[in-house]
Nanobody
């Protein structure tokens, strides 16, 4: 079992920044990738970014590329999402997710992930 707890959400004006954090506990030896997803009002949950736990290789959704940065601290078992130049359309519940190794996976879809946090709300006002 893996437990994920997100923090750092809040209300911010457009153009502002927020830093989300996800604390990982439990069976962390199965970590292969960590991802961030979001679900806006009336929308499907969508991929935001992911990072390979060992190599640090990152992948971003086009909508956030150049504005968001994902990072991990393997010593502290945390993953962070630094969000800058925020837009009202970034308003969503942001989820942290953990994935074990899966053959040929890009870790950019929900089905690639095994454990999920409860989410942290990000609201961007215009």
């Amino acid at each position: 079992q893996v437990q994920l707890v997100e923090s750092g959400g809040g209300l911010v004006q457009a153009g502002g920044s927020l830093r989300l954090s996800c604390a990982i506990s439990g069976r962390t030896d199965s970590n292969y990738a960590m991802g961030w997803f979001r679900q806006g009002p009336g929308k499907e949950r969508e991929f935001v970014a992911r990072i390979a736990w060992f190599s640090g290789t990152a992948l971003y959704a086009d909508a956030v590329k150049g504005r968001f940065t994902i990072s991990r601290d393997s010593a502290k078992n945390t993953v962070a999402l630094q969000m800058s130049s925020l837009k009202p359309e970034d308003t969503a519940l942001y989820y942290c997710a953990q994935a074990s190794y899966k053959t040929a996976a890009l870790y950019a879809v929900r089905d690639d992930y095994d454990y999920w946090g409860q989410g942290t709300q990000v609201t961007v006002s215009s």
